[in-house]
């Protein structure tokens, strides 16, 4: 788990390491900024994904027979946004 961790962070580096050349300079900023510019809208897609997954949760403990959802990681939260 911390080697994944790790590896993810050391891309992450590098990939800000491809500042340093004219070239690629450009796409690394572009990217930046538009990663910093969707956080809003990461926010709301979130709490539209919470919204949905919450009311299927409901509807999973009103069923006596069957899942209509099955429990991934067995954490509320995660499990109501991954459903």
Same mark, same amino acid.
């Given at each position: 788990? #911390?080697?994944? &961790?790790?590896?993810? &962070?050391?891309?992450? @580096?590098?990939?800000?390491?491809?500042?340093? /050349?004219?070239?690629?300079?450009? /796409? #690394?900023?572009?990217?930046?900024?538009?990663?910093?510019? &969707?956080?809003?809208?990461?926010?709301?897609?979130? !709490?539209?994904?919470?919204?949905? =997954?919450?009311?299927?949760?409901?509807?999973?403990?009103?069923?006596? @027979? =069957?899942?209509? !959802?099955?429990? !991934?990681? $067995? #954490?509320?939260? &995660?499990?109501? #946004?991954? $459903?």
């Amino acid at each position: 788990m #911390v080697a994944s &961790i790790t590896i993810c &962070i050391l891309w992450a @580096k590098s990939y800000d390491w491809l500042r340093l /050349f004219d070239e690629p300079a450009f /796409f #690394v900023r572009l990217l930046s900024r538009t990663l910093y510019d &969707i956080k809003d809208f990461t926010i709301l897609f979130l !709490v539209a994904l919470a919204m949905f =997954g919450s009311s299927t949760y409901m509807l999973q403990y009103n069923l006596e @027979k =069957g899942d209509l !959802v099955e429990s !991934v990681t $067995n #954490v509320f939260m &995660i499990d109501l #946004v991954i $459903n």
